[in-house]
T-cell receptor, first 116, second 109 residues
Framework: DTAVSQTPKYLVTQMGNDKSIKCEQN?????MYWYKQDSKKFLKIMFS???????INETVPNRFSPKSPDKAHLNLHINSLELGDSAVYFC???????????????FGPGTRLTVT | GQSLEQPSEVTAVEGAIVQINCTYQ??????LSWYQQHDGGAPTFLSY????GLEETGRFSSFLSRSDSYGYLLLQELQMKDSASYFC??????????FGTGTSLTVIP
């Protein structure tokens, strides 16, 4: 069974469109994250959710909004897509870092978003 | 702010030992982690140092020195499959994680 899954794997869309990326984890983890990896492979945290509550909101444009219907899901909605949004987006999950020992995060396979 | 610097590229010979450094500027954090990422793949957890010193996991070892603001990942008996990008990461507070700039390791025959 896949621990952390994301859909779609590839997403090609035009500027100005609205799109969503879905993420699900079956590890029973308390915390989920969204990361953006740019063309230089730099990984930057965008959001984290703990027990359906937003804990951290990095300084990302408000066009990006995370939605968590339950503890196992954290979806990413992006409005009015721009060329600079092209990147690979990774979902991840972990035990609650406040209670975990190693802070090990499990990453999904990634979604490669291309905005044309 | 947080800054974790790594060498951008490292090349080593199969069977050899390689060390990937991570130097950081952060006021405090709970521990230093290391992740491996193959091209086209997702980051996968390798090791974690909560305390200063060396942690060993098979062919991989990781070291942390808070007084020197420095850590490293040591890969022994290099194999071709170890060619990948390696990232250090810290948790400064709450659920916030910062990743280093990443090191691309190329293992040559």
């Amino acid at each position: 069974d896949t621990a952390v899954s994301q859909t779609p794997k590839y997403l090609v869309t035009q500027m100005g469109n609205d799109k969503s990326i879905k993420c699900e984890q079956n590890l029973g983890h308390d915390t989920m994250y969204w990361y953006k990896q740019d063309s230089k492979k730099f990984l930057k945290i965008m959001f984290s959710y703990n027990n359906k509550e937003l804990i951290i909101n990095e300084t990302v444009p408000n066009r990006f909004s995370p939605k968590s219907p339950d503890k196992a899901h954290l979806n990413l909605h992006i409005n009015s897509l721009e060329l600079g949004d092209s990147a690979v987006y990774f979902c991840a999950s972990s035990q609650d870092p406040e209670r975990a020992i190693t802070y090990e995060q499990y990453f999904g396979p990634g979604t490669r978003l291309t905005v044309t | 702010g947080q800054s974790l610097e790594q060498p951008s590229e490292v090349t080593a010979v199969e069977g050899a030992i390689v060390q990937i450094n991570c130097t950081y500027q952060t006021s405090g954090f709970y521990g230093l982690s290391w992740y491996q990422q193959h091209d086209g793949g997702a980051p996968t957890f390798l090791s974690y140092n909560a305390l200063d010193g060396l942690e060993e996991t098979g062919r991989f070892s990781s070291f942390l020195s808070r007084s020197d603001s420095y850590g490293y990942l040591l890969l022994q008996e290099l194999q071709m499959k170890d060619s990948a990008s390696y990232f250090c990461a810290v948790r400064p507070w709450g659920n916030q994680f910062y990743f280093g700039t990443g090191t691309s390791l190329t293992v040559i025959p």
